[in-house]
Each structure stands twice: as C-alpha cells, then as structure tokens.
Nanobody, 114 residues
Framework: QGQPVESGGGLVQPGGSLRLSCADP???????MGWYRQAPGKERELVAR??????YYAESVKGRFAISSDNANNTVRLHMTNLKPEDAAVYYC??????????WGQGTQVTVSS
C-alpha cells in the first residue's frame, strides 16, 4: 500500500489562509486521521486530529484551524486561517487504520512570511 499524499502547502502572508489536503490510498478501517508539523530545529508536534470520538486541536491553533475528514474517500483536510509566522513548518498527514501501523505522508511545506 502506498503512503498518504499531502497537498496544498505554499507561501502565504501573515493573516492569510491555506487548505491542506491528504489522500490515503490504504484500505482498512480508519481509526483516526491527523496533522502534525515540524519546524526547523523543533520536534514534530500534533496540530489536530479527528476520529469517531471527535476532534482535538493543539492550543496554539484553536479557533484558527479546522480539521475535517471524508472517510469514504480516505481524505483528511486542514483549513488554516489567520496564519502566523510561527505556523511555518512542514505539515505531515497521519492515518491510523485498525490493526495497522501508522501511515505518514512525506509532508508539505507551509511558509508564512510577508
């Protein structure tokens, strides 16, 4: 099975918006899908995740980011608004399926700069 593929990253000015999308070619019951990010010199951190139990957001993105999923199409999206320079990072998609190891995408770069 292939790995998830992210898209939608790019350069945006502070205060701007971006939509990230992740398509997973795998099969099996999806337990959760999420987005992580890693800035240079920092550890990878959880941004948001979604499952049948609901959604979770890191405190730093609450009220600005929204995660959604389309399990029928194995897709998870992240709508990012009011972006700040500190949001700049490589964003990674994570898909966890029942009885399978986590699947990570290769990442998409988000740059926030004027």
């Amino acid at each position: 099975q292939g790995q998830p593929v992210e898209s939608g990253g790019g350069l945006v000015q502070p205060g701007g918006s971006l939509r990230l999308s992740c398509a997973d070619p795998g099969s099996g019951l999806v337990v959760l899908m999420g987005w992580y990010r890693q800035a240079p010199g920092k550890e990878r951190e959880l941004v948001a995740r979604i499952s049948s139990s609901g959604t979770y957001y890191a405190e730093s993105v609450k009220g600005r980011f929204a995660i959604s999923s389309d399990n029928a199409n194995n897709t998870v999206r992240l709508h990012m608004t009011n972006l700040k320079p500190e949001d700049a990072a490589v964003y990674y998609c994570l898909v966890l399926r029942q009885r399978q190891p986590p699947s990570w995408g290769q990442g998409t770069q988000v740059t926030v700069s004027s």
